[in-house]
């Protein structure tokens, strides 16, 4: 008999909230919405480029924080007592944010990604999909397939070893799906 693999989108994606179910439940704190930045951290968010791409950047513990002013010219902060510890930063994140984004806004993605790459930064340009489909690692995971009529679509999420990746079902095919699905469950219980 088959197993049934219930994979959510919203499951996976709940990992990225990081410690703030741990801070709810532990201090009752709930966060307003703050963009691409963090109450926890900073400097932290998506700064444009001169050529109009995106990088996303994470200097979430103090040294990657100090490796990053370092590395875009901007160490002098650090001496500032507005920008000396991650509380300070957060408090400044205003701040901080408008050096940052004139730093990576003066260079191009290329030259952006030079200084990451050269200095180990926790930083990454933000794809498109066109960036996503070149992208070796995403082709090797197939998360997009071809399908009949020349088209192009997500594949599921989820693969088992012994099977391919197969497209994703439609709306009205899942519903189905799911509909002989309960009737057989109700069929055998009863």
């Not at 400097?43 to 996303?56: L, S, V």
């Not at 990604?113 to 930083?123: Q, S």
């Not at 990746?165 to 519903?175: D, L």
């Amino acid at each position: 008999m088959g197993q049934c693999i219930d994979l959510a989108l919203f499951d996976s994606l709940f990992s990225l909230l990081g410690p703030l179910p741990a801070e709810h439940a532990a201090h009752g704190r709930v966060y307003s919405r703050e963009g691409s930045g963090s109450k926890n951290s900073s400097p932290r968010g998506c700064y444009r480029t001169r050529d109009g791409r995106w990088i996303a950047v994470s200097g979430s513990t103090p040294a990657m924080a100090e490796r990053f002013l370092r590395a875009y010219g901007l160490d002098q902060m650090l001496c500032d007592p507005k920008f000396a510890t991650n509380e300070a930063r957060v408090k400044h994140a205003a701040e901080l944010d408008a050096a940052i984004g004139s730093a990576i806004a003066d260079r191009t993605l290329e030259e952006n990604m030079a200084i990451i790459d050269a200095t180990a930064l926790t930083a990454v340009a933000v794809q498109t999909i066109a960036d996503i489909e070149r992208d070796p690692h995403w082709r090797e995971r197939q998360l997009t397939i071809d399908v009949p009529a020349d088209a192009r679509q997500s594949a599921c999420t989820t693969s088992c070893h012994a099977s391919p990746r197969r497209p994703a079902r439609s709306n009205e095919r899942a519903e189905s799906s799911a509909m002989t699905m309960i009737r057989s469950i109700a069929q055998s219980s009863g």
